[in-house]
């Protein structure tokens, strides 16, 4: 088993910034894709945005542009910078990994909340 723990939440203004990271701990060796999900309140679950383990990142089209996500392989770590923030950006914020050859998100972190104040 594999263990995910976000970081960085808060509350922002709209037009802020924030990072959020997310260490890998445990059975990490089978992990290949790392991502981020967020839930709102009464929405279900979306995901953000993913990265491989060679580090070709994909983004939900509501956050292109805006957000950025990294990886540090040695570091076991995966990050998420967020710019331009919008109210409806708030969300809890989880971590996600997959496992190669998994079509599903195989571990998923706490979830960190992330509010954005209009």
């Known amino acids: 088993q594999a263990q995910l723990v976000e970081s960085g939440g808060g509350l922002v203004q709209a037009g802020g910034s924030l990072l959020l990271s997310c260490a890998a701990s445990?059975?990490?060796?089978?992990?290949?894709?790392m991502g981020w999900y967020r839930q709102a309140p009464g929405k279900q679950r979306e995901w953000v945005a993913s990265i491989t383990s060679a580090g070709s990142p994909n983004y939900a089209d509501s956050t292109k542009g805006r957000f950025t996500i990294s990886r540090d392989n040695a570091k076991n770590t995966v990050h998420l910078q967020m710019s331009s923030l919008k109210p409806e950006d708030t969300a809890v914020y989880y971590c996600s990994a997959r496992k190669m050859g998994s079509v599903r998100v195989n571990f998923w972190g706490q979830g960190t909340q992330v509010t954005v104040s209009s």
């Open positions: 445990g059975s990490i060796f089978s992990i290949v894709t």
